[in-house]
């Protein structure tokens, strides 16, 4: 039988094992994956015990007492992961230490074009300029691993109903991630982190449409088209009939419907931490 066990070396500045957690839960014994039980009547315990050394310096798990709320206040202010308390804005639709969702109102907004290969009938974009453009209104999904970035046709709050559409940003993939490019990440994941995040997509150089980008519109022209129309006629809003719903590419061979296309609350329960 192979040995699993974890040896320790008490070294002056090592981390030294203090404590166990030991969880206890109704079911049958051996079970392999026992939180995937179907079952809703499951009963749970958990305990702390101290750990002691025995002659030869091993630990040992002592008597245990229940395991309270306290501490795991203690335990997580240990391991850097206190949340704390904050007042959320109005646009704010998930606050997790591992997920934020928010939404912003349509708006015109300063935009920075710099198209690596423009085309040759261009009017305003052309040239690198930062010129003011109407952004539709959006919806953001942040991560510890990135930012989902969508567009919504309503300006209004979205609902886990409301529809999701295709952002026409330029530095935001078909997926809906955004190309981060050489812009740093936020390192937080808080509303404090909101203006960095919506910075890093509004406030970042367009080069060029990602791959299958200039399909997420309908109309005449394309993705660039549609933006340097609107920064010529100096629009103040964005034709969000022209935006087409978000529907993920199926892992498999199938034909997707409008059935399919996404919604704010299936986006964010897809995100959300397992």
């Given at each position: 039988m192979s040995d699993h066990s974890t040896q320790f070396e008490a070294t002056s500045g090592s981390l030294v094992l203090t404590n166990a957690i030991l969880l206890y839960r109704s079911g049958t014994?051996?079970?392999?994956?026992?939180?995937r039980s179907q079952r809703q009547d499951i009963a749970a315990f958990a305990s702390i015990h101290t750990i002691k050394q025995d002659a030869d310096g091993r630990p040992t798990i002592s008597a245990g007492v229940p395991l309270l709320r306290e501490h795991l206040h203690q335990w997580t202010e240990a391991l850097g992961k206190t949340v704390l308390p904050e007042i959320l804005p109005s646009t704010v639709l998930v606050a997790h230490p591992d997920l934020l969702a928010w939404w912003t109102p349509a708006q015109v907004r300063p935009a920075y074009f710099a198209l690596s290969?423009?085309?040759?009938?261009l009017r305003a974009l052309s040239e690198r300029t930062v010129v003011p453009v109407p952004y539709p209104p959006h919806f953001f999904v942040a991560t510890r691993s990135g930012l989902g970035v969508y567009a919504l046709k309503a300006n209004e709050r979205p609902t886990a109903d409301?529809?999701?559409?295709?952002s026409p940003v330029l530095n935001v993939f078909v997926d809906g991630s955004l190309c981060w490019g050489n812009?740093?990440?936020p390192k937080a994941l808080s509303?404090?982190?909101?203006?960095?995040?919506e910075r890093a997509v509004f406030?970042?150089?367009?080069t060029h449409p990602n791959p299958g980008q200039e399909l997420t519109v309908t109309g005449k022209g394309g993705l660039v088209a549609?933006?340097?129309?609107?920064?010529?006629?100096?629009?103040?809003r964005f034709p969000v009939g022209r935006l087409k719903p978000f529907i993920p590419e199926p892992r498999r061979q199938v034909r997707r419907t409008?059935?399919?296309?996404?919604?704010v609350g299936k986006l964010i329960s897809e995100c959300a931490p397992r």
């Open positions: 014994p051996g079970n392999p994956d026992p939180y290969s423009p085309p040759a009938d409301t529809r999701v559409m295709h812009i740093p990440m509303v404090i982190s909101i203006p960095d995040f406030d970042s150089w367009s549609l933006w340097d129309d609107l920064a010529a006629r100096r629009s103040k409008p059935a399919d296309a996404m919604t």
